[in-house]
């Protein structure tokens, strides 16, 4: 079988930060990576699955709401994929950074109710805003937001 384009990454060299993993049919993925890979530091199961439900809900109500295809959690627990339809990565990256940070203003999690949610009891939005924070800083120091 062919290799995947998230595994053709040499994860030894990544680091944290904003990346373009592949374009295909006019569907853009790009990797927010909030830790460096096999670092020994990975983002508690609890936080992914919060900032999964903050993100894919404002994301989904926000500017880019047509284009947005699928947030979800990268299995590592370093990241999230983010799957837009036709836009650039300076548009991604302004509109991921909106959605951050309007991430952090929200005081409930978004369909964490026992009916709305698998899991509903595995999260936590204090977890879930240190870690976003923590990755805005990144995002700040590496570029021109």
Not at 101 to 117: H, M, N, Q, R
Request: hydrophobic share 35%; charged share 30%; with cysteine.
């Amino acid at each position: 079988m062919e290799k995947i384009s998230s595994f053709k990454i040499d994860h030894t060299v990544h680091e944290k930060g904003f990346y373009l993993g592949s374009v295909a049919n006019g569907i853009f993925t790009y990797d927010l990576r909030f830790k460096k890979p096999n670092g020994g530091d990975y983002i508690p199961n609890a936080a992914i699955h919060t900032i999964e439900h903050l993100f894919a809900t404002v994301v989904r109500n926000g500017e880019i709401k047509d284009q947005v295809v699928y947030f979800g959690p990268m299995g590592c627990r370093t990241g999230f994929y983010l799957l837009l339809n036709g836009i650039d990565k300076e548009r991604a990256l302004i509109r991921s950074v909106d959605a951050l940070k309007k991430c952090l203003e929200l005081t409930e999690i978004p369909g964490a109710s026992e009916k709305e949610c698998g899991n509903y009891k595995e999260h936590d939005l204090n977890e879930a805003k240190k870690e976003i924070s923590d990755y805005l800083k990144i995002l700040e120091k590496s570029s021109t937001i």
